[in-house]
């Protein structure tokens, strides 16, 4: 059992380009998060999928898009790289219903040039 | 004012010693209150979480909320090197039907143990 995994761990890119993060949980979780953690401004949700075939825009979705792929991967998308995207980006997951714990993966980290 | 201020440190303590962060919020809807703990280069893990006002204990941590003050506290008793992380505060209001919720971070706490 992997919990939330991230891919990739680190990547540098140039301003303009565009990438895709990848986010899969294998818990069986029905919603999922994406979040932009920046020195001295916590976490902030960018997007997030409470179930299969939704999303919804967070506190920061500008310059993003995401892609609730299937019930286990949830992918973020930047499509002209900005180097106010740089940044470590965390996908979260959980069980629908009420409060249950969200798990967090182990971040990428992402710097644009 | 952002929703939810927490003082981000850093702060250094003795191994052993008593430690107290803290946390205020404005949206009197927060029903749930979390702490997570992030050592370097991982991603927050849960710690505590409560609901309402009132104590919880955990081992060495204890979670307090305060909702008519709007403030929440995690003390960590006879504190160790192991403890030292970055300690966010979360918190949310569930809203019935609603098939997720969004969590509001404070900035974190930078916590260092010295032995």
């Known amino acids: 059992n992997a919990g939330v995994t991230q891919t990739p761990k680190f990547q540098v890119l140039k301003t303009g380009q565009s990438m895709t993060l990848q986010c899969a949980q294998d818990?069986?979780?029905?919603?999922m998060y994406w979040y932009r953690q920046d020195p001295g401004m916590g976490l902030r949700l960018i997007y997030y999928?409470?179930?299969?075939?939704?999303?919804d825009k967070g506190e920061v979705p500008n310059g993003y898009n995401v892609s609730r792929l299937n019930k286990r991967e949830f992918s973020l998308r930047l499509e002209s790289a900005a180097p106010s995207q740089t940044s470590v980006y965390f996908c979260?997951?959980?069980?629908?219903?009420?409060?249950?714990?969200?798990?967090f993966g182990p971040g990428t980290r992402l710097t644009v040039l | 004012q952002k929703e939810v201020e927490q003082d981000p440190g850093p702060l250094s303590v003795p191994e052993g010693a008593i430690v107290s962060l803290n946390c205020t919020y404005s949206?009197?809807?927060?029903?749930?209150f979390m702490w997570y703990r992030q050592y370097s280069r991982k991603g927050p893990e849960l710690l505590m979480y409560?609901?309402?006002?009132g104590n919880k204990e955990d081992g060495r941590f204890t979670a307090q909320v305060d909702k008519s003050s709007k403030y929440i506290s995690l003390f960590i008793r006879d504190s160790q090197p192991s403890d030292s992380a970055t300690y966010l505060c979360?918190?949310?209001?569930?809203?019935?039907?609603?098939?997720?919720?969004?969590?509001?971070f404070g900035k974190g706490t930078k916590l260092s143990v010295i032995p």
């Open positions: 979260a997951s959980k069980l629908a219903g009420g409060y249950n714990e969200q798990f």
């Open positions: 818990m069986n979780h029905n919603s």
């Open positions: 999928s409470a179930s299969e075939g939704t999303t």
């Open positions: 949206n009197s809807a927060f029903q749930y």
């Open positions: 409560t609901y309402s006002s």
């Open positions: 979360a918190m949310t209001e569930i809203l019935s039907g609603a098939g997720s919720y969004q969590l509001t």
